[in-house]
């Protein structure tokens, strides 16, 4: 059974940083794509970076420069830390994995960036 786990999240001031992990169970981690999805108040969610089986990474013009996506396979693990925030990086930040044709979400886990 696929699970998925985010967590990190929290409250922190313009300008701070937050390291959102993304704990992935029930498949082979290492060659999965894992996606990165934020969710503001009151909007859609939107994609904001991925990173593939191979480490390569993509990312939203909003997050490139201040968002780093990266994985350790040894603790099926990916990672976003995320700097230089801006309050409307503020959001549910969601990571996402398809296997087999079928989309798993975790809970999300809630950003904060206060002016």
């Known amino acids: 059974q696929v699970q998925v786990v985010e967590s990190g999240g929290g409250l922190v001031q313009a300008g701070g940083s937050l390291r959102l992990s993304c704990k992935i169970s029930g498949t082979t981690f290492s060659t999965n794509v894992i996606v990165w999805y934020r969710q503001p108040p009151g909007k859609q969610r939107e994609w904001i970076a991925q990173i593939n089986g191979g480490g390569s990474t993509y990312y939203t013009d909003s997050a490139k420069g201040r968002f780093t996506s990266s994985r350790d396979n040894a603790k099926n693990t990916v990672y976003l830390q995320m700097n230089s925030l801006k309050p409307e990086d503020t959001a549910v930040y969601y990571c996402?994995?398809?296997?087999?044709?079928?989309?798993?979400w975790g809970q999300g886990t809630q950003v904060t960036v206060s002016s």
């Open positions: 996402q994995v398809q296997i087999g044709g079928q989309d798993y």
